[in-house]
C-alpha cells in the first residue's frame, strides 16, 4: 500500500477488523517513511467475482451501475449517501448467495432486478415503485397492487 501523504510505497498494518454489516475489512496503516497514519478498507470486486449473461454475451458484473440504479430509485431520500451504499452491498451479498458453486460466476439480468426489487421492497416502497416501473415491461395497477401486498 503507497502512503497517501508521501508515496512511500512500505506501510505498516497496526490494526485490523473485520465490518460489522458487510464482508468489509476495516485496517488502520502507518507508513514506514513519515510515521503517517491511515484506514483503508478491503473487500472483493464483485467484477471479479460475478459475470451477466445479457443475452448470448457475457460481460463483468458493475457495481457503478447498480449504485446509479439505487441512486435514481432512492432520489427522494434525506440519507441517501448513508443508505445507497448499504443497499448495494446487500443486493451484491444476496447476487453471491445466487450463484450454483464457486466454478460457476454467471448471473441473469433478470437476477439482478429481482434481487434489488426484493430488497427494496422491504426498504422503501416509493424506490421499489420507481424502480419497478423502470425495471419491469409489464407495469399495471393491478401488477403493483399485488407486488405491493405480497410484502405484507
Known sequence: MVCPFCLHKK???YNSRKG?????TWRRRQCSACRGQFTTYESAEPGSILTVRDGRSL?????????ITLLRACDHRQDLDEAVPY??????QKL???LPNRNEKTITKNDIIQTT???LKNYDPIAYVKYMGTYQHQLDAPTLRRALR???
Open 11 to 13: 506501510t505498516n498494518v
Open 20 to 24: 460489522s454489516r458487510l464482508n468489509v
Open 59 to 67: 460481460i463483468p458484473f458493475s457495481h457503478s451501475a447498480l449504485l
Open 87 to 92: 443497499l448495494c452491498e446487500t443486493i451484491e
Open 96 to 98: 453471491y448467495t445466487l
Open 117 to 119: 426489487t426484493e430488497v
Open 150 to 152: 405480497r410484502k405484507e
